[in-house]
């Protein structure tokens, strides 16, 4: 069984105007110790999947379909056992620690609050098992850190708190929303070889949130693409590295500076944005932005299909093996 299978989930906002859609259709599974990143531009629906997997979207949208934990549709759930597990048996690092963390808490409190709310461990231990997760995480003085309020801390010192709540009750699932961002480039290869020894210790799973490429390349199993609030291409993470399939996951890649001999290391933009939620148009989101659109790709938007073993695209000319066509 897989440890957790999101099935055909669609989250929705209302507007004076009705509602409006935001993610469509969106399945995908994470095996236990499988690190699975999903990827796309701001606006793509990224960090709203990752809210509706805890039942943490904001006021006034709402989410259908199936998210089962283990089994368990957790948008059956109520809100008592929702919060039985987050931060127990699902961790979640959030994208601000300075929104995450409560101003009124001292760090150390905010670290021992799941150790003793989950795991029932008295102050004393809990203090203990606290000061060993800041110094895991390589928080500087942790001893003394553990005493103070987050605006006394940077912005990084702040991250590395956030991610030692994520992670204290060694959760099966840990879902990870750009937990590097704030990071130095020495701190965010901590951090990410945290993550990596924690999903092969305990066996998490992890659903890893980034727009760097050069972290889902190391890290990642496989890669989901989004946009516009859809997935448009799923892949084993070395063949979509080496021959992305859909036209976006290619003008992604084409983006990052190149660095091999010779380069000029200038960057290969996609031109436009992604359309927003209550414009978007009749047929292939991308297809204003993509080099390669067909008239098909006006008239019908394309379903996520399988094109090779392993790997689908929501395409109707994906790029197999480097050519244009159908699969």
């Not at 961002?181 to 305990?202: F, G, K, P, S």
């Amino acid at each position: 069984m897989a440890l957790l299978q999101v099935q055909d989930i669609s989250i929705s906002i209302d507007r004076p105007e009705g509602k409006v859609g935001l993610v469509r259709d969106v399945s995908f599974d994470i095996q236990p110790g499988e690190i699975v990143g999903m990827l796309g531009e701001s606006g793509c629906g990224k960090s709203l999947t990752a809210l509706a997997i805890l039942g943490l979207l904001p006021e006034g949208m709402t989410a259908t379909g199936e998210i089962l934990f283990k089994g368990a549709n957790l948008l059956t759930l109520d809100e008592p056992s929702l919060c039985r597990l987050r931060g127990n048996r699902i961790g979640l690092i959030f994208q601000e620690p300075m929104t995450t963390l409560n101003p009124m808490m001292t760090i150390g409190d905010q670290v021992m609050e799941p150790l003793r709310l989950h795991r029932g461990l008295g102050r004393h231990d809990a203090r203990a098992e606290a000061l060993r997760l800041l110094e895991r995480i390589r928080l500087p003085s942790p001893r003394q850190k553990f005493d103070s309020y987050p605006h006394q801390l940077s912005g990084g010192q702040r991250q590395r708190v956030v991610i030692a709540m994520a992670i204290a009750c060694k959760p099966e699932l840990l879902i990870a929303d750009e937990p590097t961002t704030a990071l130095d480039t020495t701190m965010q290869m901590q951090i990410l070889d945290l993550l990596l020894d924690l999903t092969d210790e305990t066996d998490t799973g992890l659903l890893l949130i980034t727009h760097d490429l050069g972290v889902m390349a190391e890290m990642t199993d496989r890669i989901l693409v989004m946009y516009g609030g859809s997935i448009v291409e799923t892949s084993p993470t070395a063949d979509l590295i080496a021959s992305p399939a859909h036209p976006y996951s290619r003008g992604l890649l084409r983006a990052i500076p190149q660095r091999a001999p010779g380069s000029d290391g200038w960057l290969e933009p996609i031109p436009g944005t992604v359309p927003a939620p209550a414009a978007r148009p009749q047929g292939c989101l991308f297809r204003a932005r993509c080099p390669i659109a067909i008239a098909e790709c006006a008239a019908h938007r394309p379903e996520l299909r399988d094109i090779l073993p392993g790997r689908s695209a929501a395409c109707w000319v994906p790029i197999i093996h480097g050519r244009t066509g159908d699969a």
